[in-house]
């Protein structure tokens, strides 16, 4: 395992980076190994090429954004071409995408690169190395495709390079850097769509909505178990049988203060005076319905009997 990084850098990964390297990596996989049934139906006129992909199979990409101060904000990424046989990027295609993500985004520099796979390898260092003439600190955004439902956190880890001395002569070697997810408002929405689309198996709603609910439960299952460790962490602190830690203090007090006063004699009021406005108007509805529903009822008696009076019948008194 990589060691921790000490720059004290903070990232900020957006959730369009992740999605550009699962979209990249499943429409290459699905071009050079499509489906059976694609191959049976002859939608691919070369699918006699096709062979089985290897299991390090891994795609290679670019991910740009803004540095200010000691904040890294990765907001986009984009392809790369790699030779196989060399492990060296195209540097006109980098060039040439890097020309135009300037032109439509002038603020956005290039920060790293991306890949796939479970772990760092001896072989990205030379890509690493390649790309520090552009940034001469870059960061390494690696995504594992494998699925592992044990697995509570995010399948993505963000390395930086630092020079350790092995042996007497300094070599970069990467190191684990913390991140954070930002998400701003358009891209909370697309998120939210993709997680509700139907099923390509043909789900029902009924199946989409245990979908939903089962990660929901699992959010609030995850958040439940981290607020009691750190629970009993400050409960252990307090009793003397840790040492104090004034960081962790100052955190968890900003975290507390950040929160709604659910308790305070405003918070009741207002949510009193709110709840009575939404049974009054539920109240009103309620009347409005009813008394529409009445006059239907009204309206069908009077027809009924102005043709029974017609008739030679008697006339009701409405």
């Known amino acids: 395992m990589a060691p921790s990084s000490s720059s004290g850098l903070?990232?900020?990964?957006h959730p369009l980076v992740m999605l550009n390297i699962s979209d990249h990596?499943?429409?290459?996989?699905?071009?050079?190994?499509?489906?059976?049934?694609?191959?049976?139906?002859?939608?691919?006129?070369?699918?006699?090429?096709?062979?089985?992909?290897p299991q390090d199979f891994r795609v290679y990409g670019c991910v740009i954004g803004a540095q200010k101060g000691r904040t890294v904000e990765i907001f986009n990424s984009f392809e790369l071409l790699l030779d196989p046989t060399t492990d060296t990027l195209d540097r006109s295609f980098l060039e040439k995408k890097q020309e135009l993500y300037q032109k439509v985004f002038p603020n956005f520099y290039i920060l790293g690169w991306y890949s796939t796979g479970s772990e760092a390898n001896e072989s990205d260092m030379s890509i690493h190395k390649a790309l520090m003439d552009i940034n001469e600190s870059p960061v390494y955004v690696l995504l594992n495709p494998a699925i592992n439902h044990a697995q509570k956190d995010l399948p993505v880890t963000?390395?930086?390079?630092?020079?350790?001395?092995?042996d007497g002569i300094p070599?970069?070697?990467?190191?684990?850097a913390s991140y954070t997810i930002e998400?701003?408002?358009?891209?909370?929405?697309?998120?939210?769509?993709?997680?509700?689309?139907?099923?390509?198996d043909g789900g029902s709603a009924a199946t989409q909505l245990a979908a939903h609910l089962t990660g929901i439960h699992s959010a609030i299952k995850m958040l439940n178990s981290r607020i009691r460790v750190l629970h009993q962490y400050l409960g252990s602190m307090q009793k003397?049988?840790?040492?104090?830690?004034?960081?962790?203090?100052r955190q968890?007090?900003?975290?507390?203060?950040?929160?709604?006063?659910?308790?305070?004699?405003?918070?009741?009021?207002?949510?009193?005076?709110?709840?009575?406005?939404?049974?009054?108007?539920?109240y009103l509805a309620m009347i409005t319905n009813c008394t529409s529903n009445m006059n239907e009822?009204?309206?069908?008696?009077?027809?009924?009997?102005?043709?029974?009076?017609?008739?030679?019948?008697?006339?009701?008194?409405?």
Do not use: W
């Open 252 to 282: 968890v007090a900003s975290l507390l203060r950040s929160l709604p006063a659910a308790q305070s004699e405003k918070f009741k009021e207002d949510f009193l005076m709110e709840y009575n406005d939404k049974l009054l108007m539920s």
């Open 240 to 249: 003397g049988d840790i040492p104090c830690d004034n960081s962790l203090l």
């Open 10 to 13: 903070t990232f900020k990964l």
């Open 25 to 53: 990596l499943t429409r290459v996989k699905t071009q050079l190994n499509p489906p059976a049934s694609s191959c049976a139906n002859g939608n691919n006129p070369s699918t006699g090429d096709a062979t089985l992909l």
């Open 297 to 318: 009822v009204v309206d069908k008696f009077n027809t009924a009997y102005e043709r029974n009076s017609r008739r030679g019948g008697r006339t009701p008194f409405i």
């Open 158 to 166: 963000i390395y930086e390079s630092e020079f350790h001395v092995i």
């Open 183 to 200: 998400t701003v408002e358009a891209e909370r929405i697309s998120v939210d769509h993709v997680a509700h689309l139907k099923p390509s």
């Open 171 to 176: 070599q970069p070697i990467f190191v684990n």
